[in-house]
């Protein structure tokens, strides 16, 4: 399922129909075409055929811009280079060997992840040709019009990049602004998470002076500063939770309570994502992810 959200710019709803509103693939399209973070490896040919209706050819010159190499936003580009013989892959130059040799990405994913691994799918090796690093802040030209900014983020992992479409004053998040569903906002901060650096991305990504934010997990939304300020705003409260009850063991069900206690709008995501197990997923590992930052804290004072 897709839906067009601005001239030449469409959403797809990767996931749909078997976990719809998980996953958000956005499609820029000048005389050439900006695909941005394909999903999961297990949902390619939902993408695909989103691409046929939108009438992406198979010999277009695509590109596949990857905010970051977590298999829920990269893993279908494994599948669409074979699909799409034109296209090249775009990702941070940190990020670039584990699109090649990809078994100790998977398997740290799979610690973390558990079974939800299992619902994204392993990704293929990609060939080292068909890959292209990034330059921060260095455009993307898809035609006269139509430029989009490559922007380095790192917080949410160390070679996340967001992108900026000047045209629209569309930022386009990935992971670096959070989950927002239905209105509600939760971190999304798994380990090994920085949470200074993921602050010092947003103020970043504030100097663009964006209109709208489109998030991956899920949609494009106006109001883009206040969406951004807000989630700086519950990352503090979270990192000010957390470390207000560090004294203490710190497990995973402890702190959700306490976040819950402090937090409304993680309190209401959970209520909006109870059946989604990826979404209700990642709210814990967020959680394990500031543990482990507030104990390296901790360790290193």
Known sequence: MFRKIREEIYEIDVGYPELSNTFASYVVI?????????????????????????????????YIA??????????????????????????????????????????????VLGEIAGIFGKPDPIPEEKISKLRDNNAIELSEEIN?????????????????????????????????????????????????KAMRSIIRMLSFDPKYV??????LHDNATKNLLEYMGQLYLWFSTVSAISNNALDPDTVLREIIKSDPETREFMEKVRENPVLSGAVMHSIHGFIKYIEYIKQNQ
């Open 214 to 219: 489109a998030y991956t997990h899920f949609g």
């Open 30 to 62: 000048g005389d050439n075409v900006l695909i941005i973070d394909p999903g999961p490896t297990n949902f390619h040919e939902n993408l695909v055929r989103a691409l046929d209706d939108i009438g992406v050819s198979r010999n277009s010159l695509v």
């Open 148 to 196: 989009v900014v490559p922007i380095f983020t790192p917080g949410h992992a160390t070679h996340h990049v967001s992108y900026f479409l000047e045209r629209d004053r569309i930022m386009f998040l990935g992971d670096s602004g959070g989950l927002f569903v239905e209105g509600f906002l939760a971190p999304t901060t798994p380990f090994p998470f920085n949470y200074d």
């Open 66 to 111: 990857l905010t970051h190499v977590h298999p829920d936003h990269y893993g279908a580009a494994s599948k669409l280079v074979k699909i799409y013989p034109n296209s090249i892959i775009l990702a941070h130059p940190r990020g670039t060997k584990h699109l090649v040799n990809v078994d100790y990405l998977w398997e740290s994913a799979r610690k």
